[in-house]
């Protein structure tokens, strides 16, 4: 695999000059005019990114993330979501690599093949950080207004959290 990789980024990139002489058109100048497109892009969707970055950091550091699992605990228990996930349902929504690092505490600690590690896996897999796809699609569309997108996808979360504990409990 390692022999693949050493030659792919090279390959690909020689391709890609061949087209471009073939087509007889200048590959530096293709390549200026995509970095720059992917420069404004990043400029329209930067300050969306650190303001959710930092409302994870504040909802982490604040103890407000653990308040939210300890109120939806009770309520998860009784739809059949193990207790032991509640702090995915969480964090999932907002951001994906601390939904990633909550789910491989989960699995370490539990086990992958245990009822909890199941869960968490099929969550991660079957749900979509929420509110990172919102900001950064949205910000780079220009769009202020959401109306009903968040609650729409909030919506589709719980039923991927729901599907993914019955999905667990049901097949394993």
Known sequence: MGALTDVLVPGLLAALCCAAMAGKRDAYALLLDGA????SVLKSIFPALVVLLAAVELLQESGAMDVLSQFLTPLCSVTG????????????????????????????TYGVDSVVGRTAAIMLGSTETTFYAISVYFGAAGVRRTRYAIPAALVADCTGFFMAAWTARAFF
């Open 81 to 108: 979501i193990p207790p032991e996930v509640v702090p995915l349902l969480v964090i999932r929504p907002v951001s994906g690599s601390a939904a990633l690092a909550v789910g491989g505490s989960l699995m370490a």
């Open 36 to 39: 720059a497109e992917g420069l």
